[in-house]
């Protein structure tokens, strides 16, 4: 069955240190991957994406994910958190089928 | 429009009322999604759109659910008889060629069953 596994519900971490959010998708010929972060009492955004070519991606503040195949993941870090990044992270994927399959989040807490 | 826009954002209903929530997806977006996204469980898939085709509806919880899409734009979800495990937010999101663009949500519809 196709399906998304985020291994980890909550994550906490002090300010500054770095953090890293697994992720896990099962296998396909053609997949698209995504983080979502959705901060509190806000809807979802998305954080970045991959599609193909390079298999690292980058956001504007400073989260970077690796699509590795051979393990079929897709895991996000960031080396220096802020408080500000508190918020539930949603990793997702969707195929040329169409459908997108989220796995059940992980809640992000940055302590000070 | 700019976003994916949904109404209301916020409902609160009587157990056993029925209530409609409305999705206007981005324009050209062909695919639309719903989720529902309760308390602690994450985002949960109902149905899905894609173009002219069948939708995939295996994500519904009951036959008290159902959806519609008009015109390949506006979708409706419709939950008939709510229960009280009916209360979440309902998330509605659309993509353009399969996703491949990423997808966009709507800021989602509160739903409160009392």
């Known amino acids: 069955a196709q399906s998304v596994t985020q291994l980890d519900s909550q994550v906490p971490v002090f300010e500054e240190a770095p953090v890293e959010l697994r992720c896990n998708y099962s296998?396909?010929?053609?997949?698209?991957l995504f983080w979502y972060v959705q901060y509190p009492n806000q809807g979802l955004q998305l954080l970045l994406k991959?599609?193909?070519?390079?298999?690292l991606v980058e956001s504007i503040n400073g989260f970077e994910a690796e699509f590795n195949k051979s393990q079929t993941s897709f895991h996000l870090r960031k080396p220096s958190v802020h408080i500000s990044d508190t918020a539930e992270y949603f990793c997702?994927?969707?195929?040329?089928?169409?459908?997108?399959?989220f796995g059940r989040g992980t809640q992000l807490t940055v302590w000070p | 429009g700019a976003g994916v826009s949904q109404s209301p954002s916020n409902k609160v209903t009587e157990k056993g009322k029925d209530v409609e929530l409305r999705c206007d997806p981005i324009?050209?977006?062909?695919?639309l999604y719903w989720y529902r996204q309760s308390l602690g469980q994450g985002l949960e898939f109902l149905i899905y759109f894609q173009g002219n085709s069948a939708p995939d509806k295996s994500g519904l919880p009951s036959d008290r659910f159902s959806a519609e899409r008009t015109g390949g734009s506006v979708s409706t979800l419709t939950i008939q008889r709510t229960q009280q495990e009916d209360s979440a937010v309902y998330l509605c999101?659309?993509?353009?060629?399969?996703?491949?663009?990423?997808?966009?949500f709507g800021s989602g519809t509160r739903l409160t069953v009392v």
């Open positions: 296998s396909s010929v053609s997949v698209y």
């Open positions: 997702g994927r969707g195929s040329t089928l169409g459908r997108l399959y």
């Open positions: 991959y599609l193909s070519g390079s298999t």
């Open positions: 999101a659309s993509s353009f060629r399969e996703g491949r663009d990423g997808y966009t």
């Open positions: 324009s050209g977006h062909t695919a």
